[in-house]
């Protein structure tokens, strides 16, 4: 039986459809999300119509290929954190989409049923689920609004859709620009909103993947005072060798002024740059930022393996770096970039599981 909540919801979704998409009204009155309303806009700008039967049609071969080269440095990014998914909502009946910033489909994860065309068709590689060619779901409305959203049945613009309950949330890259998006979506199934924070975090997950492995001499890690440092919530932002800053994620545009490609670290914070490279080299490699706005930030300070590796060996007697916190950086990184899975991070870091498990659980 239908709970009492799920009533109320289909019948708000009906009457919205009954003003918007069928009186043709500019507003549904608030009965559904602002961004579901303006995706029906849209679609019918498009000249979509409700009715029309849904196509999930697949780009050419040769087009996917290419899809599939260009957008590597998503995949590769995505790749732990979209298993690790996977497990989280197997036993939910949803399953995981990641798709470029065009709507196409690039990967999947989690319970598909192959038996099920509706779960079939939609998670092939290849298929174009923009807006425009299947109408409003979480995936061309996350891509068009450029926020996380949530849509359940009916709040899909076709009818044929009216199946499909839904989250998803943008992907942006280290330079802010939207390359693509990740989605839950399941079938006849009931709404579990709780799946829009999954799928943000999970989404900050492969950002922060992503920042990690743009080519950076420096990596702070930003957070409010008060709030500890290694977590999905941090502000990650990575410099150059002369501070010029080479990536960032979501979380850090959001909480620096000013923050963009290319821009200065000098003209971020209160504190020449070369301070935040010896905060790096300190036992304790934390700090007190202030922001040009007075606000002030806390930061981590770690140099790449890389930037360390080229100068010489780091021991305490010669950088001032302990090995221990330098293992800890690279196994946070390593577990970062692979979503949680210790059997990846373990290869990146090219030990044993084993090993992997028993430095995770020392305690210094």
């Known amino acids: 039986m239908p709970t009492e909540f799920a009533q109320h919801r289909a019948r708000s979704i ?12 500019a507003t549904a009155s608030g009965l559904t999300a602002p ?10 700008q498009l000249g ?24 590597q440095r998503l995949l590769q990014s995505a790749k732990g954190i979209m298993q690790g998914l996977g497990k989280a909502i197997a036993n939910t009946g949803y399953f995981a989409i990641l798709t470029n910033a065009d709507g196409v489909v690039l990967d ?40 996380p959203v949530w849509l359940h049945r009916g709040e899909h613009f076709l009818l044929d859709n009216g199946h499909y309950t839904c989250a ?26 709780e799946l829009k ?21 420096l990596l702070l890690r930003l957070n409010w005072p008060g709030h500890g440092l290694g977590s999905t919530a941090d502000a990650l932002l990575g410099l150059d060798a002369d501070g010029f800053v080479s990536g960032a994620n979501t979380v850090a545009r959001q909480i620096v002024p000013g923050l963009h490609p290319g821009v200065h670290a000098n003209d971020l914070f209160g504190l020449p740059y070369q301070a935040l490279f010896d905060a790096a ?3 304790d490699a934390t700090l007190d930022v202030a922001l040009c706005n007075g606000l002030r930030l806390r930061a981590l300070a770690t140099r790449t393996t890389q930037d360390v590796g080229a100068r010489q060996p780091a021991t305490r ?12 950086s690279m196994i946070r990184q390593a577990m970062e970039q692979a979503g949680g899975n210790v059997t990846e991070a373990a290869q990146a870091l090219g030990i044993s599981r084993a090993t992997l498990y028993r430095k995770l659980g020392h305690k210094d």
């Not at 849904?54 to 996917?64: C, H, T, W």
């Not at 942006?172 to 839950?184: A, N």
């Not at 924070?197 to 001499?217: F, P, W, Y």
């Not at 007697?317 to 221990?324: A, F, L, M, T």
Request: net charge neutral.
């Open 35 to 44: 961004w579901v309303e303006r995706s029906w806009q849209r679609c019918l």
């Open 197 to 217: 924070h999954l799928v943000m975090q999970s989404a900050a997950q492969i950002e922060n993947a992503l920042v990690l492995s743009t080519q950076h001499k």
């Open 14 to 25: 009906a009457a919205a459809r009954q003003q918007v998409l069928q009186e043709r009204t």
């Open 281 to 283: 080299r300190r036992s």
């Open 317 to 328: 007697q010669n950088s001032g770096v302990p090995i221990r916190q330098m293992q800890a």
């Open 108 to 147: 999947t994860s989690g319970p598909i049923d192959a038996r099920d065309l509706r779960a079939s068709l939609i998670t092939r590689v290849g298929t174009d689920l923009s807006e425009r060619a299947i109408g409003t779901t979480a995936i061309g409305t996350a891509l068009a609004e450029q926020q």
């Open 48 to 71: 979509l119509e409700p009715g029309q039967r849904v196509q999930f049609d697949v780009i050419s071969p040769a087009r996917r290929a290419q899809t599939q080269e260009a957008n």
């Open 168 to 193: 998803g949330a943008p992907l942006f890259d280290p330079e802010g620009s939207c390359m693509g998006m990740l989605d839950l979506t399941g079938v006849d199934v009931p709404e579990r909103t």
